[in-house]
C-alpha cells in the first residue's frame, strides 16, 4: 500500500502537487476566478463551440425530449435516438464506412487498443503519445515498442528488428499533445505498408482543427485511407465530452462487442450527444471557424517569435512555451495569472523531467488584439522571471 502522506509531501517539495480549481466559464476564451476574470489560453475548446447559441440550445432541447441522463450502458437501454445520428455523421465526417462514440476520448483509447491488440501482436507506440494509448498498450496483451518522439529511421528499425508472430499496429498522435506538432502521417504509412502494419491515429487535437473541412491530420497529409482505426475525441473542438473510433464496418461492429471501455459503462446522456452532433454541423456549416482557428495561432506564433521565444510554425494551435524547471514553470503561471491571464504549466510526469513548459492553446473565439496583448505580458513575466534571457529563450 502506497503511503499517500509521504507521496503528497514528496509531490509539494518537487513542485509537482496538484488540485483542482473552480473556473466559472463567462464565454469560451474568459473565465471568472475568486471574483476576477481572466483571459484562458489553456483550453481544448479550440472553435470555441461550447457557447455556441445553436450547441446549447441543442442540448437543452435534447433534455426536455430525453431527460438528462442514459440509464444504461450502450448495448442495454442507453443508446438514446442521437447516438445513431452522431455516428452516422462522425463517419461522413472521416470518410470512414462507420464510426462508434465512447464516453471519453481516453476510454476511446484503453478500450480500442486492448481490445484488438493481444499475445504475438507488437505495437509500436510513438514515446510522447497520450497517456491514454500508453495505458491502452499496457491493457492489451500486446508487447509494446517505443520509438522515439518522430523519429522515422528509428521507427524503421524497431519494426525491422522487433519479431511479430501475430499484427503489427502503429500508434501515434495526429497532433501531439504537450508539444503542438504533428506525426508524419505520411512517412509512417509508407512503413506500415513495408512491414504490413495497420495504423492508429489520434486525432484529439487535429479534428475539426486541421486538414480539409477540419477533417484532421489524416486528411491534411493525404492518408486518410491508409489509415486503420481513426480515433478521435468529442471534448475538444467538438464542444462536449465522449471519443470515438471511425474506421470499417467490421472494425466497428467488432469495438462494439469487445470493447470493455464500451460495454461496462453508462452511455453518455443525451445532452452531451446532442452538443457533439451540434457541433460536428456548425464545423461543417461554418468553415471560417478552423481558418479562423489556424489564423489565430499563426499569429500568436508569429508574436511569440518576434519576443524572442523559440516556437515552431506548426500548424496548429499548441505552442508550448518551454521553461524547463518544474518550479519556473510554475512561477511563470503564477505570474501570468496575476497579469489576469490563464496558461496551465505542464510538469512531469505529462512532461519529461527539465521540459516542463507553459502549454498555450489558441481558439477561434479569441481576439488577435487580446492574444497580441497578452504574448506582451507573457514576454514581460518571463523576463523577470530570468527564463527569457536578453530577448531569447
Ligand atoms: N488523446 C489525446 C491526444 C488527448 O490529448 C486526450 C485528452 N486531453 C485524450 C486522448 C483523452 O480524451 P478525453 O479528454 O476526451 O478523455
Redesign the pocket.
Known sequence: MKDWKEALAGLKQENLFRETCSYAPEDAVHVRLEGRSYLLLAS?NYLGLTHSPAVKEAARAAIDRWGTGSGGARLTTGSHPLYAELETELARFKGTEAAVVFN????A?VGTISAVAGSGDVIFSDALN?A??IDGCRLSKARTVIFRHNDMPHLAACLAQVPCTGQRLIVV?GVF?MDGDMAPLKEITQLAERYSALVMV?E??AAGVIGPAGAGAAAYWGVKDRISIHMG???KALAS???YVAGSRELIAYLVNKARSFIFSTALSPASVAAALAALRELKKQPDLAERLLSNAQFVRRQLIDAGFAVSREPTPIIPVMVGSAAKAVQLSQALKEAGILISAIRPPTVPPDASRLRLTVSAAHEQTELAAAVQKIAKAAQDLGVLKGGSI
Request: glycine share 16%; charged share 15%; net charge negative.
Open positions: 481544448n471519453t476520448g481516453y476510454m483509447n497520450h491514454s494509448i498522435d499533445s489520434d484529439a487535437h475525441t468529442l471534448s465530452e465522449g471519443g
